[in-house]
């Protein structure tokens, strides 16, 4: 089984603190990526990567950087935390080729809080 | 960009009742098509794919969707609910030609309650 392994499950982050979440998945999979949950608002693509150390922007970027220096390694970094962006931020990988294109598998997801 | 409209926010529903969730999709092209489901607690996971074929797909737990490419939709269907399927359902596209490199769309989600 494809393992999406997310290093903290919750964060308590003062206003203005640098955070890092972290994930490791073990299948070899080109693709990573990170998104944010939040009721009535489904998930929104923060950022995701095909390859080490290529990024791209999701659909919210603002605030926030990545980092993938190994391939099993995608990280979320918020350079200076703020209250909005408190949530459960959920890591994802997944295969380009066929017949898995599109297919996620998803980590169980960090639930931060900014204060 | 591609867009994912899932119609209902939340659908509460007695047990045995039977089950349909609206998914429609904007993008004209080859798609593939997945409903993912997160269980209270739990990360999210796959309930069921399609990517070519049968245009009626099964996944787990007695799920099934049906892609009628005309209608851009994509709706999950159960005969009879169970208290166990309360969870929230998330449809999600992706483009089917390795562009944008695997990445999905996601609608915001349908929570579904079933009561005893």
């Known amino acids: 089984d494809v393992k999406v392994t997310q290093s903290s499950r919750y964060l308590v982050k003062r206003t203005g603190e640098k955070v890092f979440l972290e994930c490791v998945q073990d299948m070899d999979h080109e693709n990573m990526f990170w998104y944010r949950q939040d009721p009535g608002l489904g998930l929104r693509l923060i950022y995701f990567s095909y390859d080490v150390k290529m990024k791209e922007k999701g659909d919210i970027p603002e605030g926030y950087s990545v980092s993938r220096e190994k391939k099993e390694r995608f990280s979320l970094i918020l350079e200076s935390a703020s209250t909005n962006q408190t949530s459960m931020y959920l890591c994802?990988?997944?295969?380009?080729?066929?017949?898995?294109?599109?297919?996620?598998?998803f980590g169980e997801g960090s639930r931060l809080t900014v204060l | 960009a591609q867009s994912v409209s899932q119609h209902n926010h939340h659908v509460i529903l007695s047990e045995a009742a039977s089950l349909e969730l609206g998914c429609n999709y904007s993008y004209g092209g080859t798609v593939n098509l997945f409903w993912y489901v997160q269980y209270p607690g739990q990360h999210l996971q796959l309930l069921l794919k399609?990517?070519?074929?049968?245009?009626l797909v099964k996944g787990i737990k007695g799920f099934e969707a049906e892609f009628i490419k005309s209608k851009f939709s994509f709706n999950l269907r159960k005969p009879s609910v169970q208290w166990s399927d309360t969870a929230e359902y998330f449809c999600?596209?992706?483009?089917?030609?390795?562009?944008?490199?695997?990445?999905?769309?996601f609608g915001r989600g349908t929570q579904l309650t079933v009561w005893p």
């Open positions: 399609y990517f070519s074929g049968d245009p």
């Open positions: 994802a990988s997944s295969l380009t080729r066929a017949p898995n294109t599109g297919e996620l598998f």
């Open positions: 999600a596209v992706n483009s089917g030609r390795g562009s944008t490199l695997g990445r999905l769309y």
